[in-house]
């Protein structure tokens, strides 16, 4: 099976601009989440999708949103950005919706704002 | 609330020396537990996980790690360390009522001296 994929790898953005980021899960995976990984931070959650809606939400402006299609893809999307958005975003999918369940990662967007 | 605390934000050991990666952990309800594995501009890699069977477990490359409940931790041991090993380690925490969201730690680097 193909692993979790991500688009696109690497973003330049400017401040107070919009971004969206895309997210493919493992064929047959119904939950997507997504993680914000900075140094100063570490990995914070963001939010996480199943079956097309939201189950669980971090602690996050509501500058940042997601969806999740019927096929299971991904999006997480920016708006207005700032400097201390620059990070590496993660996307992780997983079979089921309990927490035992392993989440298998992407290799992650690095967003750069300038 | 949950909460995860890597004691040690690097940790340098010698090729073939043990490797002992701290974690501790609070949750109010019963935790999952998980360390994950971070090479270099890639995404996370399950090592290992607790899910409420065994107290000892065992994982990938070698790895292995022990619920200790009165303890509230979950250190990762490795009898010895390979070059390979050079990455930065997580320690997440989830449980039932938290879905897929993973609270994380804050990271050890270990770096493998020849």
């Known amino acids: 099976k193909a692993g979790v994929t991500q688009t696109p790898r690497y973003l330049i953005k400017t401040r107070g601009q919009q971004v969206t980021l895309s997210c493919s899960p493992i064929?047959?995976?119904?939950?997507v989440s997504w993680y914000q990984q900075t140094p100063g931070q570490g990995l914070q959650f963001l939010f996480e999708?199943?079956?097309?809606?939201?189950?669980n939400k971090g602690n996050f402006p509501g500058r940042f949103s997601g969806r999740q299609f019927s096929n299971s893809r991904s999006e997480m999307n920016v708006s207005t950005l700032e400097l201390g958005d620059s990070a590496l975003y993660l996307c992780?999918?997983?079979?089921?919706?309990?927490?035992?369940?392993?989440?298998?990662f992407g290799p992650g967007t690095r967003l750069t704002v300038l | 609330a949950q909460s995860v605390t890597q004691l040690g934000s690097h940790v340098s050991v010698s090729e073939g020396a043990l490797v002992l990666l701290r974690c501790n952990y609070s949750?109010?309800?019963?935790?999952?537990l998980f360390w994950y594995v971070q090479y270099p501009n890639q995404g996370l890699q399950l090592l290992l996980k607790?899910?409420?069977?065994?107290?000892l477990v065992k994982g990938i490359n070698g790895f292995e790690a022990e619920f200790k409940k009165s303890e509230t931790s979950f250190h990762l041991t490795k009898p010895s360390a390979h070059m390979s090993d050079a990455a930065e380690y997580f320690c997440a925490v989830s449980s039932n009522n938290a879905g897929n969201m993973l609270t994380f730690g804050g990271g050890t680097r270990l770096m493998v001296k020849p």
């Open positions: 064929s047959g995976h119904r939950s």
């Open positions: 949750s109010s309800v019963p935790p999952y």
């Open positions: 607790y899910t409420s069977a065994a107290t």
């Open positions: 992780a999918s997983s079979p089921g919706g309990a927490g035992y369940n392993e989440q298998f």
């Open positions: 999708y199943f079956s097309e809606t939201q189950r």
